[in-house]
């Protein structure tokens, strides 16, 4: 798997869009962008993911730079429920997903 | 329809005993997966079954660790000898297929604690 490399925290006023960053710069052509997130004592859950292009879905937006060495998550309207830790794996189909320690989001009243 | 469940829920058990974890995958899901999260930590992958391929058991930290996945369904995780480092919550997931692109579902984890 491509090592990922994000920051340990960062915060987020709700109801403004929280931008979380994500460098994968070894990525492989195959190698597919996940993103998952982690609430507090609740097993890890599935966001979206994407090769190439950018991706939305309900939750979020993945935003994969032309050179695939970065992404960025968006959640549009953050709200105080999307405090969690969340991850960005690189991830060749039939691998495993290896979860590093992720980005500790607080959303702030 | 129902999620990955897990049992049980918290388990605390005396250094040196034998633990069974329980993992019911969602119905359909060929692929499931056990990992543990120590506190503060990220998630360790520990073996991945696949439809009736032998499993990966290369996260398994030591042979103390075993899996089974009974009739490509319901999988127990055992650990024999336990020893405090072995405190963690222990986390199933499963996925359609894992040669594909698909997504895991996680279950809620099993919380275990070593005295």
């Known amino acids: 798997d491509a090592k990922t490399t994000q920051p340990p925290s960062m915060d987020c006023a709700e109801g403004r869009a929280a931008n979380l960053p994500c460098n994968h710069s070894?990525?492989?052509?195959?190698?597919?962008v996940y993103w998952y997130r982690q609430i507090h004592s609740q097993g890890p859950q599935y966001i979206i993911h994407g090769l190439k292009n950018n991706e939305t879905n309900e939750m979020a937006s993945l935003i994969i730079t032309e050179d695939r060495k970065s992404s960025t998550l968006i959640l549009p309207h953050a709200t105080l429920r999307d405090t969690a830790v969340y991850y960005c794996?690189?991830?060749?189909?039939?691998?495993?997903?290896?979860f590093g320690p992720g980005t500790r989001l607080s959303v702030l009243p | 329809g129902a999620g990955v469940s897990q049992s049980p829920s918290n388990k605390v058990t005396e250094k040196g005993k034998d633990v069974e974890l329980r993992c019911d995958p969602i119905s359909g899901h060929t692929a499931l997966y056990w990992y543990r999260q120590s506190l503060g930590q990220g998630l360790e992958f520990l073996i991945y079954?696949?439809?009736?391929?032998?499993?990966?058991k290369s996260g398994l930290p030591s042979d103390r660790f075993s899996a089974e996945r009974t009739g490509g369904s319901v999988s127990t995780l055992t650990i024999q000898r336990t020893q405090q480092e072995d405190s963690a919550v222990y986390l199933c997931a499963s996925s359609l297929a894992s040669g594909t692109i698909y997504e895991q579902y996680f279950g809620p984890g099993t919380r275990l604690t070593v005295t």
């Open positions: 794996i690189a991830r060749l189909k039939g691998q495993n997903f290896v």
């Open positions: 079954f696949q439809g009736n391929s032998a499993p990966d």
């Open positions: 070894t990525i492989s052509g195959n190698e597919y």
